[in-house]
């Protein structure tokens, strides 16, 4: 005797569902645009002569990237109020930890991105009376963030995989609103199958479009070519 | 501070079934990364068109619903025994599979068609050309894609603590919970965290820096 | 690569999209004929393998297990192995949350949950003994200065109330307190940490979890929000046609509530926690 398949529990909190993805993507949306500023300080702080500020913030970053991000979260959400006066809301605690988690990649990306940008066009920058600043304002960067735009990108698409972190601290996202529905119909096989689908399709659309950006950008010459 | 020493071999523990997923993650997670790029790079569509599904499917959904699917919904499919280290072990190898097997293929795809060609001339069948010319060289150039996804997937084993798996961050959770002592016992566990893995990102530089070289 | 013409790509996103949805479900829907043996009764494989899985979640005084000693206190062990006794098997616990203990009966994965408050709801999935374990009110743990003293007073939006998932806390909680703010986590002790660390003002939990919760923390008191709602809970089992089982749960349940071995075991385990049993209402309904 098979299972006995049964989705109407499902299709009938399918609204709950759809408004736990949308408040996967807000906040998706929103630690990748605050990761980005963010992001930028840091490489910045770390590219600075000053080994004081370079130096304290290289080993934060390397510290959040060698750290997995649900430890982070759970750090932030019941650690840090015990250290310091601060009262985090689990979405509050979910979107610092994604921003940090996605500002820790941008700076990298971000420093990599300027590292790469040949001499040449430091030189050439020079060589017709700008400062570094100026050089680093209007030849430097234009390019190294064409170069980025794809990594960026594609650190959106990850992003929005390790939004389900959030459902742990009861963020209703759409895997809590998963959780709650599953343990309320007793039919995990369905809710949850339905909810993979649901991220499947929005993480495979999300990452698609991403891949047409790169291939516009590759086209005007500018971006990495796959 | 002396509670903290009575934790540290609680702690010890929780690292060891840590490291003990991700090697076993990696050692199904690997040949199937092999096999479905393989079978990506192949001419038959019968065989690149299950490996795009696989990709696409196990690359796209996220860790956390995967290792969730198949401890709560895999279950009431098949009358298999699903301990939360085996519903990890599957989601996380099958995960890293999928990126495995995209690694594999760009790394297949970078030997110029010259050493096919080469290979075919001295005439090799094509198992053989990919076997003994055509991997080799291309493995050397995975290594540090590979490198930087085995530290991916060492982060990710502790997507497995919701579903108390008692790795590293489910034994800080379990402490803090009977100890009421979340500062420390998260701390602590992201410290170990860092201490294992930091070295992990260095070697995969280094690694990095060698094969460079080396070309 | 051939070059794509914006008008054809759209349109070829979506097709790719829907067949690999296809695809996945008429996979899950082949793998589905025939999988599922039909099994013995669960009174049968427990007496075959030699032991009894119960099902026990992290939540004082039910079940609680020390992380360095690794060995379970608590009601429903104590229970457990009284029942194991009896059988001639090895008591074996297995962890399970409120939220998914059903599941876990369902799945096969345990043979027994004790103390799971008794809902018309659960029981349309699983079997209940029909002879409870314990009796207690549903009540919340809040701030010394806090004044609440009926459930309406809380049904606000400006009420953040914390429980644990899945629970009958939880099911009760949403459907009485709409308009309030619940936060569902995933314990007992992370739903007392959101409330010292200010994210929800007072957790709802039954009151034998609540004195032992009370204990950890300095300004906080219990108040049970009026009217009283009170519930039971009983041992369920997975739904199936051989009741030997359940109907001898049924008989153990009665027997051990009253000798008064259900009390006894609440009591133990307060002592072991440091907290005097004197000081908590007892789970006996005859005796509160």
Known sequence: ?226 | ?215 | MTEHHSGQTIPRCLARTARIVAAVLLILALATTGLRADSKSTWDMIKERGTLRIGVVQAEPYAFSDPITKQWTGMAPSYGRALAEALGVKPEFVEVTWGTAVAALQANKIDLMPNLSVTPQRATAVEYSNAPLSYSALALLVHQATTVTTWDELDKPETRIAVSQGSSEDAYVTQRLKKAQIFRFGSYSEDLAAFQNGTVTAVALYHPSLVVLASKVDDAKIVVPKPVRSTFSDTAVRREPDKTLRDWLTTTNIYFYNTGASQQWYEQFLLARGIDPKTSPSILKEQQ
């Open chain 2, 1 to 215: 501070m002396q509670q903290v020493l009575t934790f540290l071999p609680v702690f010890a523990e929780g690292a060891w079934a840590t490291f003990q997923l991700a090697a076993a993650s990696l050692c199904l997670a690997l040949p199937i990364g092999l096999l479905v790029g393989m079978a990506r790079h192949a001419h038959r569509p019968v065989l690149a068109w299950p490996g795009r599904l696989y990709v696409e499917l196990f690359r796209n959904t996220p860790v956390l619903v995967l290792i969730i699917w198949f401890f709560f919904a895999f279950p009431t499919l098949v009358p298999l025994e699903m301990d939360a280290f085996t519903a990890a072990w599957l989601a996380l190898s099958l995960n890293s599979g999928a990126f495995f097997a995209e690694i594999v293929r760009a790394g297949i795809q970078s030997i110029p068609r010259g050493q096919w060609d080469a290979a075919k001339a001295l005439g090799m069948t094509y198992r053989r050309q990919m076997v003994r010319v055509i991997l080799p060289q291309a493995l050397k150039r995975m290594v540090p894609a590979l490198a930087n996804r085995w530290v991916e997937l060492f982060k990710l084993t502790a997507l497995a603590a919701p579903i108390a798996y008692p790795e590293l961050l489910h034994t800080a959770r379990l402490i803090a919970s009977a100890y009421y002592n979340p500062l420390q016992s998260f701390s602590i566990a992201a410290l170990a965290y860092f201490i294992m893995i930091y070295p992990m990102t260095q070697c995969a530089f280094w690694l990095e820096r060698r094969l460079r070289r080396s070309e």
């Open chain 1, 1 to 226: 005797m098979g299972y006995s398949w049964d989705f109407t529990p499902v299709l009938r909190a399918m609204d709950l569902l759809l408004l736990g993805l949308g408040n996967t993507l807000m906040l998706t949306a929103l630690a990748f645009l605050l990761g980005l500023p963010v992001g930028i300080a840091l490489a910045l702080a770390r590219l600075s002569r000053h080994r004081v500020i370079a130096w304290p913030v290289g080993l934060m970053v390397d510290f959040l990237r060698c750290t997995p991000a649900l430890v982070q979260l759970f750090w932030l959400f019941f650690a840090l109020p015990r250290l310091l006066p601060v009262r985090l809301s689990p979405f509050g605690a979910a979107l610092m930890a994604l921003t940090v988690l996605s500002a820790a990649f941008v700076s990298e990306v971000f420093r990599g991105g300027i590292v790469s940008v040949e001499r040449t066009q430091w030189e050439g920058a020079r060589a017709i009376g700008m400062t570094s600043r100026q050089a680093m304002r209007r030849v430097i960067l234009p390019q190294a963030v064409k170069r980025m735009i794809p990594v960026f990108l594609e650190r959106l698409v990850e992003l929005l995989k390790m939004s389900t972190i959030a459902s742990t601290i009861s963020y209703p996202d759409l895997l809590f609103r998963a959780q709650d529905i599953a343990q309320a119909t007793y039919r995990p096989l369905e809710v949850f199958t339905v909810t993979a689908l649901l991220y499947l399709v929005v993480i495979a659309a999300t990452s698609e479009a991403t891949r047409r950006v790169e291939r516009h950008l590759a086209r005007s010459g500018e971006g990495t070519v796959h």
